[in-house]
């Protein structure tokens, strides 16, 4: 039984903004509903698939590691009839989670200010790229655009050229973390003064707020910082070097932070004192400064006699802040992700035996964990309706022949 048990969420969108916030509740007992539609799929359902994929939308690989312990309704919206079943399912639910561009909710009359006429308590979130309000919010942009419109574009890359971006959508990555914790909240608060309440949160202010020296910087001196690169303005060496590479000739790298001037005498120990480190004028963050590519020339030299994992090791032994660069596979194969079971095994009926991530917190006495694999496109439409909503058979037969539950 997870935090959540007993608690049921209607998920209405796509992707993955909307979609990862509600997995933390799904994780964690609830029950997460989604609504889905074959004339409309979810395009996560649709990436990498071929008109010859075998399952079809329900073969999604994203789809399934983003949307596990949850169940799937299809309903068609273009359809009266469905709008109306929908509008049950969000007047019974104890939360809404949409991430729709604005007006898509309205135009099907399923938007906070017309279901809070029928239900005072409701509890909702929208989050889109801008949110609900201002000049820009029919933007229906997506991580990509929201990187870009809050500043991570402008940080990220090398300062002589073009602006590169983090890897990912990370507004995207960044939003759901915000939804979860507010959808948690309202709820919380809603059982305390039965007020519900409808949230929104636009992503690129979620993505801004998570650049906090950039803020603060510009709001003390009105200086917009740029691209370093890997550097740091205020620690050298700071950055990502060249190490051995793997047997099978993949390259490997090794992250290392020298934050202080005490850092720096325990890092040129750890060089073995070489003559180039011991010059006194880089014995402070000023020299150092001043000479940072001779200085990194230097480091990048020794670490690539070395491999990145016993480097590290011996660098953090010494006090230094240093960690191997670990890709996707290394990732899956970490000692201490393995140990916290970040990583689990799913049995998808259509894919197989896959892994999926967890959400990366850990309730000691009310575990999360992967009860179900992402369902199949409509997989649960009899078992919702009629056995958690409480519908007749007649009404069912009834929609399932005009066509509403596909």
Not at 80 to 102: I, S, T, Y
Not at 230 to 236: A, T
Not at 355 to 366: C, R, S, Y
Request: hydrophobic share 40%; proline share 6%; charged share 20%.
């Amino acid at each position: 039984m997870g935090i959540f048990a007993g608690t049921t969420i209607l998920e209405m969108g796509a992707g993955a903004a909307g979609p990862v916030a509600t997995r933390y509740f799904a994780d964690c007992g609830a029950t997460v509903i989604r609504i889905e539609s074959k004339a409309r799929p979810d395009f996560l359902r649709t990436l990498k698939l071929t008109p010859n994929t075998p399952g079809g939308l329900d073969a999604a690989e994203h789809f399934a590691v983003l949307n596990v312990n949850k169940l799937s309704v299809a309903l068609n919206l273009s359809i009266p009839e469905g709008v109306a079943v929908a509008k049950r399912l969000a007047l019974w639910a104890d939360a809404v989670a949409e991430n729709f561009a604005p007006g898509a909710m309205k135009k099907w009359g399923l938007d906070y200010a017309t279901l809070v006429r029928e239900r005072p308590d409701l509890v909702m979130i929208s989050t889109c790229l801008n949110g609900q309000t201002g000049p820009h919010r029919f933007y229906p942009g997506f991580g990509g655009q929201g990187s870009a419109l809050s500043g991570y574009n402008h940080l990220t890359g090398w300062p002589d050229r073009e602006p590169l971006g983090p890897y990912g959508t990370i507004t995207d990555s960044l939003s759901p973390r915000f939804a979860a914790l507010l959808l948690a909240s309202a709820l919380l608060r809603r059982t305390r003064t039965g007020e519900g309440q409808h949230i929104d949160l636009a992503q690129v202010e979620g993505g801004i707020v998570c650049l906090s020296e950039a803020l603060v910087t510009f709001a003390a001196n009105g200086e917009a910082l740029g691209r370093v690169g890997n550097r740091s303005r205020h620690e050298v060496p700071h950055g990502v070097f060249r190490c051995k590479d793997a047997a099978d000739g993949r390259e490997r790298w090794i992250a290392i932070a020298v934050h202080d001037d005490a850092d720096w005498r325990r890092f040129v120990d750890a060089l073995g004192k070489p003559e180039w480190a011991t010059d006194a004028s880089l014995a402070t963050l000023a020299g150092r400064l001043a000479r940072i590519g001779e200085v990194e020339c230097h480091v990048d030299g020794w670490t690539r006699a070395h491999d990145a994992g016993p480097l590290a090791a011996r660098l953090q032994q010494a006090g230094i802040d240093a960690a191997p660069v670990q890709d996707l596979g290394d990732v899956h194969d970490d000692p201490q992700l393995a140990h916290r079971r970040q990583f689990r095994w799913v049995d998808h009926p259509v894919l197989g035996r896959h892994p999926a991530e967890m959400n990366a917190i850990v309730f000691p006495d009310t575990p999360a964990d992967i009860r179900l694999p992402a369902p199949k496109l409509g997989e649960h439409t009899h078992q919702v309706l009629r056995d958690l909503l409480g519908m007749s058979a007649d009404e069912y037969a009834a929609l399932e022949s005009k066509g509403v539950l596909t």
